[in-house]
């Protein structure tokens, strides 16, 4: 059986006692975030990946709510509050990284100027403002853990002491920032927005193309849940 909650898909044929988690693709159609270092748009990197965390999630036993994968636009705001109105258990905002204009470096592709950086590698934040904060930065924690162990390696760009940057560190060794995004300040349950990797560095934006590593990154965020979901709040 399938229920439609806006732009979200909520999928219910699962064990009656799995948790449910909101996987938010990050951008959308007409506001597709960052651009690659081959030109690619964010978006598809996002909803790429979005789909498979939801497709091991569901594997594993819980229910998913698909949030924006249809690419149409949805205020920030919005979006938890899809989350909330499905009884998630969390929210996870997938999205891929960029760098500050000063980090980058021209290069030409198929005749056209394009931008590269020699950042490289996977962040993640939480927000103070998010009511289950504590949860917050647990879950973030574990995903950063089962990524390290399948070899990925975080970065730490965001917290250089420049404009649009210098984001506290909640856990440096685990490259997890606090930044008071709206999809995590106005999520009502535990809330983690997942930079997978710079697609404006070369080999990130090739790598993340890839379905193999989709599915490791996926496979990370799904062996994450049961500490996530341990973290959660009670009532």
Do not use: K
């Amino acid at each position: 059986m399938r229920r439609r909650i806006a732009s979200a898909s909520l999928v219910l044929a699962l064990p009656l006692h799995a948790a449910t988690i909101a996987v938010d693709v990050g951008h959308s159609l007409g506001a597709p975030g960052a651009t690659s270092a081959y030109g690619e748009p964010e978006f598809f990197y996002n909803r790429s990946l979005a789909l498979e965390v939801a497709r091991q999630l569901r594997g594993a036993g819980h229910l998913v709510l698909l949030v924006g994968a249809d690419g149409e636009e949805a205020g920030l705001r919005s979006r938890p509050e899809m989350a909330a109105v499905a009884h998630a258990d969390l929210f996870v905002s997938i999205h891929h990284d960029s760098a500050q204009q000063r980090f980058l470096h021209p290069w030409t592709v198929d005749g056209v100027q394009r931008w590269y950086t020699d950042f490289s590698g996977y962040s993640l934040f939480v927000s103070r403002q998010n009511p289950a904060f504590a949860a917050s930065a647990a879950c973030a924690q574990a995903i950063s853990r089962q990524l390290r162990q399948r070899g990925f390696q975080r970065t730490l760009h965001h917290s250089a002491e420049i404009a649009g940057e210098g984001r506290p560190r909640f856990d440096r060794a685990l490259g997890v920032y606090e930044a008071d995004f709206a999809v995590l300040r106005h999520a009502s349950m535990p809330a983690v927005l997942f930079e997978a990797g710079v697609i404006l560095n070369r080999d990130d934006a090739v790598s993340l193309r890839r379905p193999a590593t989709r599915a490791r990154m996926a496979g990370a965020v799904t062996a994450a849940m049961g500490d996530c979901l341990a973290a959660r709040p009670r009532e």
